[in-house]
């Protein structure tokens, strides 16, 4: 069964610490991946997004992810937080040749950035 | 905002209680979904319509049914539902696609659901 793990569920940060978050998926075929943030009471929004080409992606508010094929891996990165980044953070995969849009979610991660 | 608005934002039904949930999208998008948001689990995907046909049940209780009367709109009627129901509930939309094409899901802003 398809399944995508993210390893840290609550981290804790202070403004400019670097951030990186994990995520692995156990599906071996083509993917497209995704991170979506959930900033609270709000929506869930997409924050990057990988189909295919360049396996480094630059997304939204400075983030960025990169695609390790051999790892399975899809960590999202940020060089420098801001209190602004405290949110909750979804890692998705969608298999190509799957089921139309369906997305695996992982469980999330709660990001706290203290100022 | 996202384009897919969802109502109402706060439900608090008892367990006899007969009640929908609203989505509508203006994104003109022909999929739509309804996920479960429960706490400490992922993200679970509940039903999938493709130009308002269901394409997937997820396993989910005859006492989740949902209803997509055309592409723009999609409820889910909850009757006689149980505590353990308690959770957001979020629907999504995207483009109608091949199983292929590379496409991303809009989220709503959800339902928080309460059964008492």
């Known amino acids: 069964a398809q399944s995508v793990s993210q390893h840290n569920h609550h981290v804790i940060l202070s403004e400019a610490a670097s951030l990186e978050l994990g995520c692995n998926y156990s599906y071996g075929g083509t993917v497209n991946l995704f991170w979506y943030v959930q900033y609270p009471g709000q929506h869930l929004q997409l924050l990057l997004k990988?189909?295919?080409?360049?396996?480094l992606v630059k997304g939204i508010k400075g983030f960025e992810a990169e695609f390790i094929k051999s790892k399975f891996s899809f960590n999202l990165r940020k060089p420098s937080v801001q209190w602004s980044d405290t949110a909750e953070y979804f890692c998705a995969v969608k298999r190509r040749g799957s089921t139309l849009g369906r997305l695996y979610f992982g469980r999330g991660t709660q990001l706290t950035v203290w100022p | 905002e996202t384009g897919v608005t969802q109502t109402p934002r706060h439900l608090v039904m008892g367990m006899t209680n007969k009640k929908s949930l609203k989505c509508e999208q203006h994104l003109g998008h022909n999929a739509m979904y309804w996920y479960k948001q429960s706490a400490k689990k992922p993200l679970e995907l509940m039903f999938v319509?493709?130009?308002?046909?269901?394409?997937e049940n997820n396993s989910v209780p005859s006492r989740f049914s949902p209803e997509c009367p055309n592409s723009s709109h999609l409820f889910l009627h909850l009757h006689t539902l149980q505590p353990e129901d308690s959770a957001l509930y979020l629907c999504?939309?995207?483009?109608?696609?091949?199983?292929?094409?590379?496409?991303?899901?809009?989220f709503g802003q959800g339902t928080r659901l309460t059964v008492v």
């Open positions: 319509y493709n130009f308002k046909e269901q394409t």
């Open positions: 999504a939309s995207s483009q109608a696609l091949l199983r292929d094409a590379n496409t991303e899901a809009f």
């Open positions: 990988y189909f295919s080409g360049d396996p």
